[in-house]
């Protein structure tokens, strides 16, 4: 996590430096929001190097309570993106870090059991962003594909023995979470570049 606040302190600071060289479009720095599944809430920033490249770092929320249970997903990321046509379409590469956090009351003891699985991820993008180009506001859809890496799994189940075969299969069942490959898709990305 620190690594991300890094970067996304360079890339404020140099926001300002390169949009004030190039003063024309195609450069600048930028805020965006955006809508999609798995990842309802999304948010970020992105700096235009040049109207073929750009960088942004980004964080995607997923959280749903289903009777006594909480589901929280969330992943930090940053892309390098290419504009190949200096365009709306790009591709982006990215690595982010993905965090499963869920949590559930059984009913009879009232005991609180948590799962959480942690994975780096790598990250691949195709995406629009129409209007970035000309600075101001901007709409954008995209598609990423998400591949974690070496999930880390921690189970907190007091009470229950290690050999119990729910807590076998929990375990089980997270780490096929955290190795498995999905798809997040961005339905609608709204942006402004200063």
Same mark, same amino acid.
């Given at each position: 996590m620190s690594q991300l606040k890094v970067i996304l302190l360079v890339i404020l600071l140099s926001g300002s430096v390169a949009h004030g060289e190039d003063g024309g479009s195609g450069s600048g720095?930028?805020?965006? @929001? !955006? +809508?999609?599944?798995?990842f309802l809430s999304q948010f970020g920033v992105n700096f235009q190097l040049t109207? &073929? @490249? !750009? +960088?942004?770092?980004?964080?995607?929320?997923?959280?749903?309570?289903?009777?006594?249970?909480?589901? &929280? @997903?969330?992943?930090?990321?940053v892309y390098l993106n290419y504009h190949p046509f200096a365009g709306a379409f790009y591709v982006g590469l990215g690595i982010g870090k993905e965090t499963l956090d869920v949590t559930a009351t059984e009913s009879t003891t009232s005991t609180e059991i948590?799962?959480?699985?942690?994975?780096?991820?790598?990250?691949?993008r195709l995406?629009?962003?129409?209007?970035?180009?000309?600075?101001?506001?901007?709409?954008?859809m995209d598609l990423t594909y998400i591949k974690p890496n070496s999930p880390e799994v921690t189970i907190s189940a007091p009470g229950?023995?290690?050999?119990?075969?729910?807590?076998?299969?929990?375990?089980?069942?997270?780490?096929?979470?955290?190795?498995?490959?999905?798809?997040?898709?961005?339905l609608a990305r709204i942006g402004w570049i200063f």
């Open positions: 720095l930028g805020i965006n @929001l !955006g +809508i999609g599944f798995p109207n &073929k @490249l !750009g +960088i942004s770092a980004g964080y995607g929320i997923l959280d749903l309570d289903v009777d006594e249970a909480n589901l &929280k @997903l969330d992943m930090p990321e948590s799962i959480e699985v942690d994975a780096m991820t790598t990250l691949a995406g629009w962003m129409w209007g970035a180009d000309n600075g101001g506001f901007w709409f954008g229950v023995p290690t050999s119990d075969p729910n807590y076998i299969d929990a375990v089980d069942a997270a780490e096929d979470f955290g190795q498995s490959s999905y798809i997040n898709l961005t």
